[in-house]
């Protein structure tokens, strides 16, 4: 099952601060956020291994709660840079560490 | 330099005819995967394999093929059975573990006339 994201998109000033959710019907044993610009591949910003661990990446940071089965990614004074799509991905559970499966991703635009 | 490879960028096929998507890569990972992407549906998996001659199917692997024969290597073949081709493919590899992050190829535009 696919982990859920919210929102599908956001808009946001320079400066603007904003939180993108990802949501598992599963129990999650860690989770992975990539961005993705457009026509282009994803690339790995951090990855939260245990429940109640925070990362931080520059202003981009994340929380990851093993028991409500979700993580939140915080982004601080977006960046014009900060734009594209945005995903979280858990490997797949049961035992099978090495099924990485995505959320539905969340469109992030960032205007001056 | 170490990474992954896809080819071609982009690609046209007629409908009904089988395609091969190709995956490449020298990281010396031991699982590759295959995901499709649709706007709107994020990244969807097709097929994963952790060693060779080994694969599993993903969420959506009705009418696509692959074949692990090397380490290397994970092509992903659509067949005529696939109802709606057209789409944008990505192809990943990543060392096994629970820690261990993905790498992307630049992905292939597939589109079915």
């Known amino acids: 099952q696919q982990p859920v994201q919210s929102p599908q998109a956001v808009i946001l000033r320079e400066g603007e601060d904003a939180v993108i959710n990802c949501s598992s019907s599963?129990?999650?044993?860690?989770v992975h956020w990539y961005r993705q610009k457009h026509g282009e591949a994803p690339v790995f910003l951090m990855i939260?291994?245990?429940?109640?661990e925070q990362k931080g990446h520059e202003k981009i940071s994340a929380s990851f709660n093993e028991k409500k089965q979700q993580s939140s990614l915080y982004l601080t004074a977006s960046q014009l840079s900060y734009s594209g799509t945005y995903f979280c991905?858990?490997?797949?559970?049961?035992?099978?560490?090495?099924?990485?499966?995505f959320g539905t991703g969340t469109l992030l635009a960032v205007q001056p | 330099d170490g990474g992954i490879t896809q080819s071609p960028k982009y690609l046209f096929r007629k409908e009904g005819q089988n395609v091969t998507l190709s995956c490449e890569q020298n990281?010396?990972?031991?699982?590759m995967y295959w995901y499709r992407q649709d706007p709107g549906q994020g990244l969807r998996l097709i097929y994963y394999?952790?060693?060779?001659?080994?694969?599993q199917k993903g969420d959506i692997a009705e009418g696509y093929s692959v074949s692990r024969e090397k380490k290397e290597s994970f092509p992903l073949t659509v067949t005529s059975a696939q109802k709606n081709p057209t789409a944008f493919y990505l192809c990943?590899?990543?060392?096994?573990?629970?820690?261990?992050?993905?790498?992307f190829g630049q992905g292939t535009r597939l589109t079915v006339v």
């Open positions: 991905g858990t490997p797949g559970g049961g035992g099978a560490t090495n099924k990485l499966i």
């Open positions: 939260l291994l245990k429940g109640g």
């Open positions: 599963k129990a999650l044993y860690s």
């Open positions: 990943a590899s990543r060392s096994a573990g629970l820690g261990a992050e993905a790498f």
């Open positions: 990281l010396n990972h031991d699982a």
């Open positions: 394999s952790q060693i060779v001659n080994d694969f």
